[in-house]
């Protein structure tokens, strides 16, 4: 018999209603998604109160746009 261990149960509120609980796995498929808003709440136990969903699981910042250099001027 193997032991899983608990998983964490989300709580996610946005334009004043909750849904939850959500999975460690479903709040993972939502933040990959980019299904969460900046502006959502989430919770969890451990929380002292509801986190904006940016600070709990902040964008990675966009890569650098690439720079080209200028062609030389045809001959």
Do not use: S
């Not at 986190?51 to 709990?56: I, S």
């Amino acid at each position: 018999m193997t032991d899983t261990p608990p998983q964490t149960q989300w709580y996610l509120a946005r334009d004043g209603k909750q849904t939850g609980p959500i999975t460690d796995e479903e709040m993972r498929i939502l933040v990959q998604g980019g299904f969460l808003v900046p502006t959502d709440l989430v919770w969890r136990p451990g929380f002292d109160d509801w986190q904006l969903a940016q600070n709990v699981f902040p964008r990675p910042a966009p890569p650098p746009t690439p720079v080209h250099a200028p062609q030389p001027p045809a001959a």
